[in-house]
């Protein structure tokens, strides 16, 4: 005989609203802010959700008392407060992000054989996240998870920073020292930025020899919409890719877009546009 389960109708008897659309609502609006939407008030998020002033005014100030938003008393506008923050180190000291991404970095490096890599920006650098070993072993003799790559050295900068707008990239790099790991690391900013345009063209960089003198890495950007938020990388020994690194460009290409849909969130829900 089955079992009889008793399944929630779906609606709240007080309310007749869907009981957890309040918790959507909050997490929503918590999603809206963005590099385009920094601050909201109000009106701003009455209007993007098609909510009454009032219920935009309780979601706010529910987000306030618990630190998610922080209002600005003179404009009374709202942006992220410290319980993002707190949020973020937790998840991040918990291996968030290296768990996250980790599945996809090993799928990779079984296919291409080699090491690979997932960096994010740092200032003037891109830090590891998380790095899988290739069937050859590990590329170097400690954990590469935690090391930091200067902007004008290798692909695996190169991928991130050719993506930025040339203003950007000029305030970020040039009129600071630049340091020289070996022969082929290139400070001339001229040169450099050739380097930048021919990744930006092609879709991919690639480097040997100018980070460390005995590696060789190809990278590509990781998108998140079109916006670039890190980079993929495969590396291994000079000289592994030989004169042809588009051998491992296609399956490099694919995971990056894998990594680009695990990071994007669900997009908040906006309010339908009257035509008329």
């Given at each position: 005989m089955s079992e009889i389960v008793s399944v929630p109708t779906g609606r709240d008897q007080k309310t007749d609203k869907p009981p957890l659309q309040t918790a959507d609502r909050?997490?929503?609006?918590?999603l809206s802010f963005d590099r385009d939407h920094p601050e909201w008030g109000v009106s701003d998020v009455a209007a993007e959700f098609g909510l009454d002033k009032s219920v935009a005014?309780?979601?706010?100030?529910?987000?306030a008392h618990r630190g998610f938003v922080v209002s600005d008393p003179r404009t009374r506008r709202y942006r992220l407060g410290p319980a993002v923050w707190h949020l973020a180190k937790v998840?991040?000291?918990d291996g968030g992000m290296a768990s996250l991404v980790r599945p996809v970095l090993r799928s990779l490096s079984d296919t291409v054989g080699y090491g690979v890599l997932f960096a994010v920006p740092d200032g003037v650098h891109m830090r590891c996240v998380a790095a899988v070993d290739g069937a050859s072993g590990p590329l170097r003799a400690h954990d590469l998870t935690g090391e930091l790559y200067p902007a004008h050295a290798g692909a695996t900068s190169r991928a991130y920073f050719a993506m930025l707008p040339a203003r950007d990239r000029a305030a970020l790099l040039y009129g600071r020292p630049m340091?020289?790991?070996g022969e082929r690391t290139l400070t001339d900013p001229v040169l450099l930025e050739e380097r930048f345009a021919e990744a930006r063209q092609?879709?991919?960089a690639c480097s040997e020899g100018e980070y460390d003198n005995e590696t060789a890495a190809v990278a590509v950007p990781v998108l998140v919409g079109r916006r670039p938020v890190g980079t993929?990388?495969?590396a291994g020994p000079s000289g592994f890719f030989g004169e042809r690194p588009t051998a491992v460009v296609a399956p490099l290409t694919k995971a990056a877009a894998d990594l680009g849909r695990l990071l994007t969130p669900l997009r908040p829900r906006r309010a339908p546009v009257d035509p008329h």
């Open positions: 909050v997490l929503s609006l918590l005014q309780r979601l706010l100030a529910a987000l998840w991040e000291r340091a020289r790991f092609s879709g991919y993929l990388s495969v």
